[in-house]
């Protein structure tokens, strides 16, 4: 455990021994060997995490009774597997699936059907009789609002999500003093930031209980969208997920490994599937505006999965995905293929949205609220087998 939390305030800092966030910001969008975290450029990084997995496995996979070994083994492997980065990888779908331990998967075509059916139903009480996709593209034009009031929109979503976060989600798994102590010290800054990289929102874990939130300020705004981010990053998402191990951590009940989430780690699929499924952990009142902004979220996402596994695995060229990718959503293949570019630059992290929401939906639907502290405490999908084989 010592050896860990040496490591980890070596590299990033004391703050950083607490909660998740640093390991994954490390990594996360700033691989390119000249790059500077926290001070050190990301190739030294790289030279100590390789001493840090050889010593991982020699001075603590020895002493398994020291630490929770699942969790130090997942450890070990992300770091190889981000090592691995570095070589040419060929085999796209078999280094996925070895990655995340799970088989990567197309979204079926009738899924993608359902979903679709189910918005043009959703748009049509709504008023927007047209076919699809003129219905969807005048919705977002009637939908469309300033970077400026976005941010007003999503710093209002986010107090409901918080309320019902902390008055209703949280008392079903933590005990009654644990969520009060975390509802006062829990604190999210939301800011605009104008980037030409091609993330929509982004969470920073800041430790201490504290998150920033950044949004994208060069793309375009839907108001509805707002909620969908709101959970994603913060209520029942990322923030929330984080504030709830660094508690559990500082009371001594999970491991430091199991508070951290390692990019390209197993433990991203359930962050991120909590991320996108768990808005509907909430018995919440929804109108039909955030319903429809929820299920083309998922479908965008759904299309986004398999044009790019396509690409991935060379089996189609990239225009002929772009083109595919937006007949199935009504926009324009140039626009698909700005949204196409975030995965492949980040190609073998954005399969864990698909493979997590699945996962995370199935779980929830079968176990029902009974499946919330697993969810939130593990740091693999691995770790859930009781419930997976069930
Ligand atoms: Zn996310």
Redesign the pocket.
């Known amino acids: 455990m010592e050896l860990i939390e040496d490591y980890i305030e070596l590299i990033f800092g004391a703050d950083a021994v607490v909660g998740a966030g640093k390991v994954v910001d490390a990594y996360y969008g700033h691989y390119k060997p000249e790059n500077i975290y926290s001070g050190v450029t990301i190739k030294k990084l790289t030279e100590l995490f390789e001493d840090f997995e050889v010593r991982l496995k020699k001075e603590i996979l020895a002493k398994p009774k020291d630490l929770d070994l699942v969790d130090a083994e997942e450890a070990t492997r992300a770091i190889r597997l981000f090592l691995s980065y570095q070589s040419e990888i060929n085999d796209y779908k078999k280094q996925v699936s070895t990655m995340y331990g799970q088989s990567l998967k197309v979204v079926s075509k009738k899924n993608i059907e359902t979903i679709r059916k189910h918005l043009n139903g959703l748009l049509s009480d709504l008023g927007y009789t047209d076919k699809w996709p003129e219905n969807i593209k005048r919705w977002h034009s009637d939908s469309s609002v300033s970077a400026e009031e976005y941010l007003r929109v999503m710093k209002e979503r986010t107090r409901e999500l918080r309320d019902e976060t902390f008055k209703r989600l949280l008392p079903k798994f933590l005990d009654k003093d644990v969520v009060r102590s975390l509802e006062e010290k829990s604190k999210v800054q939301i800011k605009l930031v104008d980037t030409s990289e091609s993330w929509g929102a982004y ?1 920073y874990y800041e430790g201490k209980y504290r998150s920033l939130v950044e949004l994208n300020s060069s793309g375009k705004f839907n108001k509805h969208d707002a909620q969908v981010f709101a959970s ?2 913060i209520f029942p998402g ?1 923030h929330t997920e984080s504030i709830i191990k660094e508690a559990l951590y500082s009371q001594g009940k999970i491991s430091l490994p199991a508070t951290l989430t390692i990019l390209n780690g197993p433990g991203c699929i359930l ?2 599937g909590i ?1 996108d499924y768990g808005f509907f952990f909430f018995n919440h009142k929804k109108s039909k505006d955030t319903e429809v902004a929820y299920l083309e979220d998922i479908l965008n996402t759904s299309v986004r999965h398999n044009c790019a596994v396509k690409v991935l695995s060379n089996e189609w060229p990239k225009d002929r995905a772009a083109e595919i990718m937006g007949k199935d959503l009504g926009i324009h293949p140039e626009n698909a293929q700005r949204r196409l570019e975030f995965a492949y630059s980040w190609k073998y992290y954005f399969p864990v949205y698909v493979m997590g929401y699945q996962l995370v939906e199935k779980l929830f639907n079968k176990y029902h609220e009974n499946i919330l502290f697993p969810l939130y405490t593990r740091s693999s999908p691995k770790s859930l087998k009781k419930y997976i084989n069930l």
Request: aromatic share 0%; net charge negative.
């Open positions: 969470h994603h990053e990322h962050s991120e991320g």
